[in-house]
């Protein structure tokens, strides 16, 4: 990768082939650079990222539980202040960590006004415990507790909408981005970081494990999301959406198809009616976020 | 200088005194005073430390964690629930060997909700790696957190500290105490050096995961350090003693026990009525002595079982209860003492708040040299 801070995530970790986590962790120290201090949640990238005795972290890292990540960053920016120190503070965790158990420091952190920055790589489960629903789930996901079977159809609810909690917070900055592109990734980091007071970037970064697709697809996956309108790049600032990234929308069944976890959408017959409300979602997402170029006909 | 203060305020003004950079902390009674003194001080710049009002016990410790391990002297007060809820964040702090000290306010823990005192909360982390240490008034209270940072913060220990005072017993009370000076507690207490940081010019990772090939190897070490540290909290005793002549140097201190029948072994408040009631027994011609322990953590068996050697029994006055087992004081004592054929009869006592007058203190031993024990002493008749 171009750039001078890419190595700061050393190679040599132990992500799975296709790992989106993994590019995030890279786009996010190449923007953030070397005066960075990240204070990490428990989760796949916790894991695969320091098997003691080795670590892939070239900026000082800190890991303490699965929930306290952004209390521990409170923590370390304070210290900083009071020393007069001037590293960048960045929380980061899976969306288990930071939309379930770990939203109560974050509420925390985020009402008191910590100058960090809270990144959540966002899979949409947990991954690291075996492919779990967490409150990013999308509808309709099938996953390792709530799998489709003869009576269920998946996920019964829709991902938390986690950037408008923390608007609501009064954050200054808060965005979304995908791993399928990087340049808007390591903007959006930029951006939080030079923001004062508590900001908050959500990643969407695929999982090839968890959502069942071929490594090399990683890219394709995560860009179809953004096609389709399932998930949107934006950009938050005092409360107000100032961006979205437009598209010219494909249809949702182009981005489901492609991935086990929505297998039962399609087989053993198809299921027009799910097929529909999961259109509906992006619907209502392309309406909010304004973010039709011109829809695709069919 | 002598003051009368309540013990809260004491304990804020030591802690004031220790120089802490950062300070994290949630309230819950009888813990309040001790962070309201502080949060004063912060708003009338007479402490310049960053004061983060969290949200809850968990992030109080867990934000002390970050702030240490970025290279501040820090510190927090909790108790009862609260304590408990930082119960996940108390094992790692100790596992980092981040050397945070913490007043705990002696309280109990529910169900049936109690804001009273009893030890059960510090004592339920006993397993945890944190140093404990427990006052037996308000002077001993405020020195202890000098001598707390000094054994955490060395470099041969770097573990974390409970320094326990009972709630409302000594948190609410007022009592004459001896004030040092920030000349004479900076000449006992040098600026925190950290032995790791968080720091950009030498990067390094904090709390990785250990494969069983390693894991073990960590929880050693922090046993080790624990161990060592009786050496360096008598250390710092004997320095303190010279400097200030109040002499905390002993893990256990003995009274009138040399040549005692029955030894009293208690930890807390709970001693200051123990000697008295020890000194009326004594003026009637009874033979007995107490024992007060001061390092609960790390447990100081060898000078426990010299001091105890000479005795005919123990009687343990517990204020807490490991369920289904005994008192976890007597538990210690009956482990220092295997193979003294001493015996060791334990007394869960003052559980909840409920009063203790040196005439229990009195009924107590009764109940020993009749070799009565292993009891909860005075319940209500209704439940036996």
Known sequence: MAGSNCDLFEFGHRACGGCGAALAARLILDAAGKDTIVCSATGCMEVFSTPYPETAWKVPWIHSLFENNSAVASGVEASLKKQGRREKVIALGGDGATFDIGILCISGAFERGHDITYVCYDNEAYMNTGIQRSGATPYDASTTTSPAGKCSLGNPRQKKDLPAILAAHGAPYVATASIAYPADVKKKIQKALETKGPCYVQIHAPCCTGWGFEGEKTMAIGKLAVETGLWVNFEMEEGRVTRAKKVVRKPVEEYLKEQKRFRHLFRPTRNDEEIQKIQAIADRNADRYGIDLKIKKD | ?384
């Open chain 2, 1 to 384: 200088m002598m003051e009368i203060m309540e013990g809260s305020h004491a304990v804020a003004h030591a802690v004031k005194l220790s120089r802490p950079q950062v300070i994290a902390a949630y309230p819950i009674t009888p813990q309040t005073h001790i962070v309201e003194a502080l949060a004063d001080m912060v708003a009338d710049c007479h402490l310049d430390a960053e004061y983060i009002t969290v949200e809850s016990e968990f992030s109080a410790l867990s934000a002390c964690l970050g702030a240490s391990a970025a290279g501040s002297r820090v510190y927090s007060a909790t108790t009862s629930q609260g304590l408990a809820l930082m119960f996940e964040v108390c094992y790692n702090v100790a596992g980092m060997r981040l050397p945070i000290v913490m007043t705990i306010v002696n309280r109990s823990l529910g169900a049936p909700l109690s804001i009273w005192n009893d030890q059960q909360d510090s004592i339920s982390l006993r397993d945890s790696g944190w140093l404990q240490y427990y006052a037996q008034d308000n002077q001993e209270a405020t020195d202890l957190h000098y001598i707390a940072y000094k054994v955490a913060e060395d470099h041969d220990i770097l573990l974390p500290a409970f320094v326990c005072l009972d709630g409302f017993i000594l948190s609410h009370t007022y009592e004459p105490v001896d004030m040092l000076t920030q000349e004479q507690v900076d000449s006992f207490l040098p600026a925190f050096t950290p032995y790791q940081r968080l720091d950009a010019d030498d990067p390094v990772s904090f709390g990785m995961y250990a494969t069983p090939e390693y894991y073990m190897e960590f929880r050693y070490e922090v046993d080790q350090a624990m161990k060592r540290s009786l050496k360096a909290f008598s250390a710092a005793g004997k320095e303190f003693a010279e400097l200030f002549g109040r002499d905390y140097s002993a893990p256990v201190e003995s009274y009138r026990l040399d040549d005692a029948d029955t030894a009293l072994v208690a930890m807390g408040s709970i001693c200051g009525t123990a000697k008295d009631a020890v000194d009326e027994m004594r003026k009637k011609g009874r033979k007995v002595g107490l024992l007060n322990v001061r390092t609960f953590r790390p447990f100081p068996d060898a000078d426990l079982a010299k001091a105890l050697s000479g005795v005919s029994r123990v009687a343990v006055l517990d204020k807490n209860i490991s369920l289904g087992a005994k008192g976890a004081v007597a538990l210690e004592v009956k482990d220092a003492l295997y193979g003294s054929g001493i015996p060791v009869l334990d007394y869960i006592i003052a559980l909840g708040g409920r009063d203790v007058r040196k005439k229990d203190i009195a009924a107590v031993v009764d109940l020993a040299e009749k070799n009565q024990g292993d009891l909860f002493y005075g319940l209500r008749k209704e439940v036996l």
